[in-house]
């Protein structure tokens, strides 16, 4: 039989995460390649599913989500971002934010639209945007030319370059994957004006929107102005709460975008796991406390790894958000991240991704390697160690 796959997929094949976690348990390596933490979320959430669970919450909750998570992220979102959402009809509860970017991109963008997107970018993006079969317009974010350290931005004439009259969406991710980029006031107030002047929807993508770091404050892109008709704005519990294989996420935004996500993921998922719906509504309300420790406690994990790959000799470029850290495989004598995330685990006994496959043209991210500091201090340091070992002998 002909390869099967429709022709639109062509080119997806098995992701390089599972072939890195696969090599590091092979291997025994430390598994810093796929960005989930190895600790689990206030006990008050893990136990509020389970009580769910036992006490008969087990059957379909309605298809946009319980009334009370629904509530939940729109006081969420009110009290921190002084975003005003009708529960009813502009919050909509997807199965993570996965399914809420897919349901997004299949409900707005016709055959042939073109989608504006920063890489490197999170690799779901571009198997949605392939499955609607529109057209990606990717943006490079650079470490500035200067080198030393600073945070990867954009260019913004090249972001201006990139949108055409076809343009039909732009999907921004900050904090960002994997650069741990958050983007600026002036940054977010660029994109929101070609949206606003090009008729151009926005999509974002929040869900590192609790853990940014040195005071950075995460800016969503529907409080600016004219965006708040304009945008969805999604997010998830996985990283916030880090329960990420729990997959309970929400899409905001004006009743006539929200309704457009609906009539597509009805047909996708229709609706996501009931009784996790009422442990995180909880939690949105009373773990604050608990989402800032992790957030202090994350800082301090980047620090620990970035000083430790610095150690063995990696360049290692900023982070003020999310769960990673890029760095540079040339000082230590290496040309190809792929071939580098390849020979780590059985060389150096630490996993790592492969920052290429983050971007549209490979070229571009192929002298760094992407590590995830979401794990135990124990479990950095003893990366740190193995790879300075490696580095250094
Ligand atoms: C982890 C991640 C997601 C997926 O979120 P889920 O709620 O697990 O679907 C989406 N976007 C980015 C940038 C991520 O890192």
Known sequence: MDEPLVTRMAGFGETVFAEMTRLADETGAINLGQGFPDTDGPRSLLEGAARRIAGGVNQYPPGSGRIELRTAVAEDRRTRYGLDHDPETEVYVTVGATAGIAASVLALVEPGDEVVLFEPMYDSYSGAVALAQGVRRPVTLRPSADGAGTRFAFDPDELRAAVTPRTRMIIVNSPHNPTGTVFTAAEMGLIAELCRDNDIVALTDEVYEHLTYDGVAHLPLASFPGMAERTLSVSSAGKTFSVTGWKVGWV?????????????????????????????????????????????????????????????????????????????????????????????????????????????????????????FCKKDGVLDEAAARLRAFGGG
């Open 252 to 372: 905001t935004g004006p009743a006539p975008l929200v309704r457009a996500v609906r009539t597509v993921n009805q047909f996708l998922t229709y609706s996501a796991n009931g009784a996790l719906q009422l442990a995180v509504a909880d939690a949105l309300r009373d773990e604050a406390e608990w989402v800032r420790a992790q957030r202090d406690a994350l800082q301090g994990k980047r620090d620990r790894l970035a000083a430790g790959l610095a150690a063995a000799g990696f360049g290692v470029e900023p982070a003020q958000g999310s769960y990673f850290l890029m760095a540079d495989i040339r000082p230590l004598g290496f040309a190809d991240g792929v071939e580098t995330a390849r020979s780590l685990p059985r060389l150096a006994g630490v996993a790592a991704v492969p920052a290429q496959v983050f971007y549209a043209d490979q070229e571009k991210g192929r002298h760094l390697v992407r590590f995830a």
